[in-house]
């Protein structure tokens, strides 16, 4: 029977690829090529303020000169506002959206969260906020454990739409999952704490939640995520020895002369189960011009 396995990579277009998403891409491509799945690539592009065209064009360009290309057409998530928006209306006739016109300042005292419910109204600039819950979400990570969300909606109402029309990334990636039938998620442990809201998500448009796995994030010698925020450099486009390199960090020693035997022996060797119980990895000093 032919796997119904759909994985994928979802780098943000807000600067070039770095070594830590390098690791996250490859992760989810073997994951996806040893269970003979599909993998995609979509560009979440849906912060219009922050992202660039020709990041993604250089992203797509980097994944390509590792042999990182999607099997289906690239999607990019600003050409699907109109279903963004079809499914914000479907959560407001529900009743679960609220109208905020609050302001950064205004939230200041609630640490920039957002408790309760406000008094705005739709007749001025607003964002739409998700009404927060007492729902306690709870699932299996293949590396992280047993993962439960007791508070995560409890004092919070994440916007899904803000006031200069951009949609929220949560709302975006749901949609998006859902649409392209994605079955398993292989992404940064980073992105744990945003998971209750998208299984709230899940779970208000009554569908079916992707497998979810979070592997540890590289992080540099100050222990912090490497990211385009602390300025992680490019990395170099089709170097086999990067590729070695973040393939070491997800526990699969290879040599390799080229590209797509590399490849073929991390998808033979991929055990995800290896990096069981960790959250985090720190960069070694010898490693460190990959990513400074
Ligand atoms: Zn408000």
């Given at each position: 029977?032919?796997?119904?396995?759909?994985?994928?990579?979802?780098?943000?277009?807000?600067?070039?690829?770095?070594?830590?998403?390098?690791?996250?891409?490859?992760?989810?491509?073997?994951?996806?090529?040893?269970?003979?799945?599909?993998?995609?690539i979509?560009?979440?592009?849906?912060?219009?303020?922050?992202?660039?065209?020709?990041?993604?064009?250089?992203?797509?360009?980097?994944?390509?000169?590792?042999?990182?290309?999607?099997?289906?057409?690239?999607?990019?998530?600003?050409?699907?506002?109109?279903?963004y928006?079809?499914?914000?209306?479907?959560?407001?006739?529900?009743?679960?959206?609220?109208?905020?016109?609050?302001?950064?300042?205004?939230?200041?005292?609630?640490?920039?969260?957002?408790?309760?419910?406000?008094?705005?109204?739709?007749?001025?600039p607003?964002?739409?906020?998700?009404?927060?819950?007492?729902?306690?979400?709870?699932?299996?990570?293949?590396?992280?454990?047993?993962?439960?969300?007791?508070?995560?909606?409890?004092?919070?109402?994440?916007?899904?739409?803000?006031?200069?029309?951009?949609?929220?990334?949560q709302?975006?990636?749901?949609?998006?999952?859902?649409?392209?039938?994605?079955?398993?998620?292989?992404?940064?442990?980073?992105?744990?704490?945003?998971?209750?809201?998208?299984?709230?998500?899940?779970?208000?448009f009554?569908?079916?939640?992707?497998?979810?796995?979070?592997?540890?994030?590289?992080?540099?010698?100050?222990g912090?995520?490497?990211?385009?925020?602390?300025?992680?450099?490019?990395?170099?486009?089709?170097?086999?020895?990067?590729?070695?390199?973040?393939?070491?960090?997800?526990?699969?020693?290879?040599?390799?002369?080229?590209?797509?035997?590399?490849?073929?022996?991390?998808?033979?060797?991929?055990?995800?189960?290896?990096?069981?119980?960790?959250?985090?990895?720190?960069?070694?000093?010898?490693?460190?011009?990959?990513?400074?």
């Amino acid at each position: 029977m032919a796997s119904t396995y759909i994985g994928r990579f979802a780098p943000s277009p807000t600067g070039p690829l770095h070594f830590g998403s390098l690791v996250s891409a490859l992760a989810s491509y073997l994951e996806a090529r040893q269970r003979q799945g599909k993998w995609f690539i979509r560009i979440e592009d849906v912060d219009g303020t922050r992202c660039k065209p020709a990041f993604a064009e250089q992203i797509l360009t980097t994944l390509q000169s590792y042999h990182l290309i999607s099997d289906d057409k690239v999607e990019v998530q600003s050409q699907h506002h109109p279903s963004y928006q079809y499914y914000l209306e479907q959560l407001e006739q529900q009743g679960q959206l609220f109208p905020c016109n609050c302001t950064r300042q205004s939230l200041q005292p609630f640490q920039g969260r957002h408790p309760h419910i406000c008094d705005s109204h739709t007749d001025a600039p607003h964002s739409w906020r998700l009404k927060s819950c007492e729902l306690v979400y709870q699932y299996q990570d293949p590396i992280q454990g047993t993962l439960i969300f007791t508070d995560d909606l409890k004092n919070t109402s994440p916007i899904l739409k803000r006031k200069d029309g951009y949609f929220s990334y949560q709302l975006a990636v749901v949609v998006d999952d859902h649409r392209q039938n994605i079955t398993h998620l292989v992404r940064g442990a980073d992105l744990i704490e945003t998971t209750a809201q998208q299984l709230h998500l899940y779970s208000l448009f009554n569908w079916t939640p992707p497998e979810l796995c979070h592997i540890p994030l590289i992080v540099n010698q100050n222990g912090d995520k490497i990211s385009k925020q602390n300025h992680a450099k490019a990395i170099t486009d089709g170097d086999i020895t990067t590729l070695l390199c973040a393939l070491k960090y997800l526990g699969l020693k290879i040599q390799a002369l080229n590209m797509q035997d590399a490849l073929d022996q991390a998808i033979r060797l991929w055990d995800i189960k290896r990096l069981k119980g960790q959250s985090a990895l720190p960069i070694q000093p010898q490693d460190w011009h990959l990513i400074q």
